[in-house]
């Protein structure tokens, strides 16, 4: 099992240019999570999945959107970076909602 | 706002000491209550969890945590810490809505560093 992949691993991007963050998981989980990451914030939830075929929604959803595409797969959509957008991201799934979180690896996103 | 605090930023205590971590939620109701780690390079991941029964749970690597209901707070401990603890601790929460659960929230970590 290789868990929770998330593509790529390392992004520059100039202010403006868009980008999709990959995601997916080999568990069947049900659930799935896009966080971002910034010193002395912890996790901020983006937007999540409770569920195949739905989406809601996180604490900070601004500027961005997602598309779960299936059951596995889970990805994050920037249309137009800004540097308040510099940040690393987490994916994340679980067997269900409310359910521990398994995470990926992140994507160490810059936005200059 | 934060509805989840982590009361200390930065840890920095010896071998063999013991390690207290505060976690403080601002909602009442039915919650779920996890703490996640992140070594150096590593993915975050699930260290204990609390949903129901004994408020006291442990976990892996030796730590436990503490459910006090009345202080809306779920304190991680470790009695006897070693350099390999080194990593960044976060309190996560999860309350009821109804008939569902509401949407996760992270404290803003806490980054321990264990000294040989």
């Known amino acids: 099992n290789a868990g929770v992949t998330q593509t790529p691993k390392f992004q520059v991007l100039k202010t403006g240019q868009s980008m999709t963050l990959q995601c997916a998981q080999d568990?069947?989980?049900?659930?799935m999570y896009w966080y971002r990451q910034d010193p002395g914030m912890g996790l901020r939830l983006i937007y999540y999945?409770?569920?195949?075929?739905?989406?809601d929604k996180g604490e900070v959803p601004n500027g961005y959107n997602v598309s779960r595409l299936n059951k596995r797969e889970f990805s994050l959509r920037l249309e137009s970076a800004a540097p308040s957008q510099t940040s690393v991201y987490f994916c994340?799934?679980?067997?269900?909602?409310?359910?521990?979180?398994?995470f990926g690896p992140g994507t160490r996103l810059t936005v200059l | 706002a934060q509805s989840v605090s982590q009361h200390n930023h930065h840890v920095i205590l010896s071998e063999a000491a013991s390690l207290e971590l505060g976690c403080n939620y601002s909602?009442?109701?039915?919650?779920?209550l996890f703490w996640y780690v992140q070594y150096p390079g590593q993915h975050l991941q699930l260290l204990l969890k609390?949903?129901?029964?004994?408020?006291l749970v442990k976990g892996i690597k030796g730590f436990e945590a503490e459910f006090i209901k009345s202080k809306f707070s779920f304190n991680l401990r470790k009695p006897s810490v070693q350099w390999s603890d080194t990593a960044e601790y976060f309190c996560?929460?999860?309350?009821?809505?109804?008939?569902?659960?509401?949407?996760?929230?992270f404290g803003a970590g806490t980054q321990v560093v264990v000294t040989p």
């Open positions: 994340a799934s679980g067997r269900v909602y409310g359910d521990t979180q398994y």
């Open positions: 568990m069947n989980h049900n659930s």
């Open positions: 999945s409770a569920s195949e075929g739905t989406t």
């Open positions: 909602y009442g109701g039915t919650v779920n």
């Open positions: 609390y949903f129901s029964g004994d408020p």
């Open positions: 996560a929460v999860n309350r009821a809505t109804g008939d569902s659960w509401g949407k996760f929230q």
